[in-house]
């Protein structure tokens, strides 16, 4: 995932050639006259859906008092940005941070994307202990072979799919830009999720600029919906409009918390960035690190997955996340975890 910023944080006659003023609201329309999802064209119009973050959200609207899950996601994202920014209003757990024997312990999720065009250094990351969520770009020359492995290995697996960012860096053919006809759109996202199979989600590889256009994230969040796919946005701006898509078409969809690696090859910046996810998790229950295929991460990131259970983290594949909200539409994940503090 290429250019991110360091963190600390309808009609068919509508498609016919030519540009588009946005290719999301046209493809939207596309979806809906084709079938690609049943229903897609009311929650288009009708500006509704479910609640999509899916490990943290209810389907059912919100409602007032203590157990309003909204406030509880309002919470959590307040910490998160706390952590951050090393607010000294957060306060770590007891005990050096070493959650309570009585709670739940805290997840951390680690997703590797980027993976498959470098095989030497996919087969390396397979190989760490786990259990990882590793995810595929498309256009990897044995991305099949590789991600078969990878789900042989106990990895969940998923498709990064290249979308337009801001800024002249190339995200990679076929991918999926605001310029395009509906036609054309639709044609690349298809094309890319035909690539290999046996996924359970999609994240963004680098879209900055697309991620911010909500008609073009709902284009493809119906999509993802339709295939029974969740969406991982990697959050490469803080403009993105996926949360809102998501929710209008009531596809799931998990944030990322913590970038171990952007903009940098260091290790000593990645272990940083590792103690961070844990604090994070400590605080809010769970934290989603996102890292890449490079040399300094696999230093930094091999001795940690061995270490963290012993210092009271549980590793956690992203479908655990996603199962859990499946699990119970009643009831958050976060009544499972640690309370919030603020």
């Known amino acids: 995932m290429m250019g991110k910023r360091r963190s600390r944080r309808a009609r068919p006659r ?3 050639p030519g540009r588009a003023g946005n290719a999301g609201i046209i493809a939207s329309f596309a979806i809906a ?3 690609v999802m049943a229903g897609a064209m009311s929650a288009y119009l009708g500006q509704h859906g479910a609640s999509a973050r899916a490990a943290l959200e209810e389907t059912r609207p919100a409602g007032r008092g203590a157990d309003n899950p909204a406030l509880r996601v309002s919470a959590r994202d307040r910490i998160v940005q706390a952590v ?5 209003l957060v306060r770590l757990s007891a005990s050096e941070g070493r959650p309570s024997a009585t709670r739940a312990r805290p997840k951390i999720v680690v997703v590797i994307d980027d993976l498959g065009l470098d095989s030497a250094m996919t087969e390396r990351f397979i190989a760490l202990p786990g259990p990882l969520t590793l995810s595929f770009l498309p256009y990897g020359g044995s991305v099949g072979a590789l991600a078969a492995r990878a789900r042989n290995a106990g990895a969940d697996v998923m498709l990064h799919l290249p979308m337009e960012p801001l800024g002249e ?3 990679g053919p076929n991918a999926l830009r605001l310029g395009m006809t509906g036609a054309d759109f639709l044609k690349n996202l298809e094309w890319n999720l035909a690539q290999f199979d046996g996924y359970i989600g999609v994240n963004n590889h680098m879209g900055s600029r697309l991620t911010a256009d909500r008609a073009a994230m709902k284009t493809v969040l119906a999509y993802l919906k339709a295939r029974d796919l969740f969406f991982l946005d ?3 701006t803080a403009q993105t409009a ?7 078409v009531g596809a799931r969809i998990v944030e990322r918390d913590v970038f171990l690696d952007a903009g940098t090859r260091d290790v000593d910046y990645v272990k940083g960035q590792l103690k961070l996810a844990e604090r994070i998790a400590l605080e809010t229950g769970y934290a989603v690190a996102i890292g890449h295929p490079y040399e300094t991460t696999l230093e930094a990131i091999g001795p940690w997955l061995t270490t963290a259970p012993a210092r009271g983290f549980e590793i956690v594949a992203i479908s655990s996340l996603v199962d859990a909200e499946r699990r119970s539409m009643e009831r958050p994940v ?3 975890t640690p309370a919030l503090r603020l």
């Open 84 to 88: 951050l920014a090393d607010d000294s």
């Open 14 to 16: 509508l498609l016919k």
């Open 242 to 248: 996926a949360r809102s898509a998501a929710a209008s």
């Open 33 to 35: 006259f084709a079938g």
């Open 334 to 336: 976060l009544a499972e």
């Open 169 to 171: 860096a190339d995200p």
């Open 234 to 236: 990697s959050v490469t």
